[in-house]
């Protein structure tokens, strides 16, 4: 509730600086008609715009290993640990109860008297006597002789001296509100009104509205050449009538005088309307203030300190790096089988970079600059795939599907075409082909499914090379690749699913398992929990050890065994901690839990100890990698990873020795530069070195 009324200030700032645009610029304009739609758009707008939020995104990279010593250090401190554990218990303020009632009871006052007016006008209908008009309205007359005609929807309303007089005027008003429709900007307006109850500029351009709506009728009146004196006079007779109905048009409504000097009135010159550009830089201001900058946090498994402030060495390397992290699948076609085993390069600047081959589902990720080129090989042939900017934007939603046909000896791309895959889901276990009833079946390229029907039957849109995934409780699910040759041949896909085996471990299940809290809780439970071994502190033993360990149906943790060990006193580590975990929440496969092997990587690294390579790509099965820091006396100084015979480093204009970088608090930093071209290197007059890194600190 709080946050719809923070919502609700926003829209009263809103209406009140549109209204007040209005009373300044428009007000005194003879442009009836659009001032009217002026008045109705921003009362909509208002509520439209604080909706409509311009969302800005920091990217801020933090180091999984959260510097797991003391308490998490800087980074995590212990009030803040607890405030993930403890939830707040603090009383909600008596205002934050009040407000809520008070707005609730206005709106429902304001609302009941809208229905009640409504009610009323409609319950004055029904007891009238109806005539019909030829041009669809309807004169309902009525036995109060002192009730002011109005009209509503369809229906003029008259007392019956007014209805036996006919008097041309009075009808023509009316109709000209029916014509124009006034009656529905009054419903409009009169809920909104609920729920701005509380603002006085809302009432105000209520009232201004009701006002345009005569002005309107009043000129459909003048032009049918109705004298605007006897017209004038007719609306002073009137103005003592009986009124009371708030969505009713009354030819006595609104302020006479206002009426009769606006007929007066000359009309404007329609150079005038130019002021509505004045709303631009209104609705583009409400724009920007309602705009808000998101920080993504991302977790990088880098080797980059995990504090608040990055080391020196951290910010050059990130300077120095301009590659991104590329996944590709690559599939044969027709079949849409992923393909294990196929050779991928990354050539940059004529120079393979880097070498590596397809595994499971022919997936592969690859670090690749801008401007380099991943070549594929399938058997002799080669496929080449150029890195872009836009390659870079579609890989930031997901992998990237390199798909091979065989068409004439050569290897080309699929063509993308999208198609219908159908066929039938059946149970494997069972006795003949048992169909499934209400499996479903996920394009995971679209993310849109389909629900098998009462004979096990699907038929789902997909492009060559899709994965088809198909699921139900219970069952193991299954997976296919989408072949446009195969559907179009008139082929029907059979699919087998099996049930599920509750001993098996499982790699990645439905549900996965999660630990007591979830993310938020489990890393600072590791890092606080970790230790570094002294013993191996002091002989400046470092490195990863990855361990694995199985999260069983009740929870439990049990098999936690290292895979990659280091050392007798790190690998020890490592299993205490995993062995120590609380219970999990296990994971499920079709609804029942399952056990669920697990990978857990933890870097034990000396703050001046050589960097240690980063984590290839990390799968659902794996928790974010943990770092401990250690340290290491008497170990040799300077900064690992920079060649002193290949870079030179400048201060603010000063050429330094690497040594100096030590002496420099990474707080100071304003910006680095990395510059490796020749010609670059050579206006500064640096000679004999590849590269050069420019540090400028902030000015005191």
Sequence with gaps: MDDFLI?????????????????????????????????????????????????????????????????????????????????????????????????????????????????????????????????????????????????????????????????????????????????????????????????????????????????????????????????????????????????????????????????????????????????????????????????????????????????????????????????????????????????????????????????????????????????????????????????????????????????????VESDGETFMAEGTVYDNDADGQSPIIGAVVRNTRTQKGVVTDREGRFSIEAASGDQLVFSYAGFEPFTLGASKVFSENGSKYIVPLRHVDSNKVYDVVEEMPQFPGGVAAMMPYIARSLRYPKEAEQNGIQGRVIATFIVEKDGSISDAHVVKPIDPALDAEALRVVNAMPKWEPGKQGGQPMRVKYTIPVTFRLDNGAPIPPMAEQSLSQIAEAVVMGHQENHASGKSGIDPEKTSIIIDGNAVDIEALNTIDPKTIEHIEVLKSKESLEKLGIQGKQSAIIITTKKQ
Excluded at 248 to 260: C, F, P, Q, V
Excluded at 331 to 359: C, H, L, Y
Aim: net charge negative; glycine share 6%.
């Design 7 to 411: 919502y609700d200030a926003k829209v009263a700032v809103l209406i009140a600086t549109f209204y007040m645009f209005y009373r300044l610029m428009l007000a005194r304009e003879t442009f009836h008609r659009v001032n009217r739609i002026v008045l109705l758009l921003t009362a909509v707008a208002s509520f439209v715009l604080p909706l409509c939020v311009i969302t800005m995104h920091e990217t801020v990279i933090m180091d999984n290993g959260l510097n797991g010593l003391d308490g998490l250090n800087s980074l995590v401190t212990d009030s803040e640990l607890r405030e993930i554990s403890e939830p707040h218990s603090a009383e909600t303020p008596l205002w934050q109860r009040v407000l809520p009632v008070l707005f609730i009871i206005g709106m429902v006052a304001t609302l009941g008297h809208t229905l009640l007016s409504v009610l009323k006008v409609i319950r004055l209908i029904h007891r009238s006597e109806q005539h019909p008009q030829d041009d669809g309205t309807i004169i309902c007359v009525t036995g109060n002789a002192d009730l002011a005609p109005f009209s509503w929807l369809r229906y003029i309303v008259m007392n019956r001296s007014d209805y036996e007089q006919a008097d041309a005027a009075i009808l023509a008003h009316e109709r000209g509100h029916i014509r124009l429709r006034h009656s529905w900007d009054l419903l409009l307006v009169d809920t909104l009104t609920a729920l701005q109850w509380f603002n006085p500029a809302m009432w105000m351009l209520r009232s201004d509205l009701r006002a345009i709506h005569e002005y309107e009728a009043d000129g459909a009146v003048l032009s049918l050449g109705i004298n605007a004196r006897q017209y004038q006079y007719l609306l002073i007779t009137k103005a003592a009538g009986i009124g009371g109905y708030s969505l009713a048009n009354g030819i006595s409504h609104s302020t006479l005088k206002n009426r009769i000097n606006m007929m007066l009135h000359k009309k404007s010159r329609r150079s005038h309307l130019l002021k509505l550009l004045a709303l631009i830089p209104i609705v583009g201001a409400a724009l920007a203030l309602n705009a808000k900058t998101v920080t993504d946090v991302v977790y990088a498994n880098n080797d980059t300190e995990a504090s608040e402030v990055p080391s020196i060495e951290s910010m050059i390397m990130e300077a120095m790096a301009e590659s991104e992290d590329i996944s590709f699948r690559v599939v044969f076609m027709p079949e849409g089988a992923p393909i294990e085993g196929v050779p991928v390069e990354v050539i940059d600047k004529g120079k393979t970079i880097q070498k590596t081959e397809t595994v499971d589902m022919g997936e592969v990720s690859v670090n690749a600059p801008i401007g380099s080129t991943v070549r594929f090989t399938l058997v002799d042939k080669v496929k080449d795939v150029k890195v872009t900017k836009e390659l870079l934007a579609k890989s930031a939603k997901g992998t990237i599907t390199v798909a091979f046909n065989l068409s004439g000896g050569e290897i």
